[in-house]
């Protein structure tokens, strides 16, 4: 099964970090990867909020910056080619681990554009189960 692993976190404290506060967080889920290494997918870290373009509906207008007023931004995206919900859960407990004061939210995911690396397009009812062969 296809999963995301959305970590979000306020830029407030991750803009803060020393080299060597950033190092030892990113050590740590190199770890995590390296245990794992074989489930995770394209793994997505984002460019800062400030850089974002956001349009609204039907809007032709582009508004530069985040724009939505939260404390926590989010700043990557973890994709997981997992047996089941169990193992996706282990896997976001472990960044969790490594990461603990980022916010991790788990979403099964549904592909409707085929891909070489994940195969053909799937759709993932709401009980949470594919319909790959």
Known sequence: ML??????HDEAITNAWSPAEEGAVV???IAVHDK????FRPVLRLMPSSTAIHTKGRSKFLIDGPFAETKEQLLGVYTLDVGGLDEALAIMAELNGANPTANYELRPLMTYVTDAAFGPATA??????????
């Open 36 to 39: 794992w290494g074989d489930k």
């Open 3 to 8: 999963y995301a692993v959305l970590c979000y």
């Open 124 to 133: 993932i009812d709401g009980a949470g189960r594919d319909d790959r062969p």
């Open 27 to 29: 050590e740590a889920l």
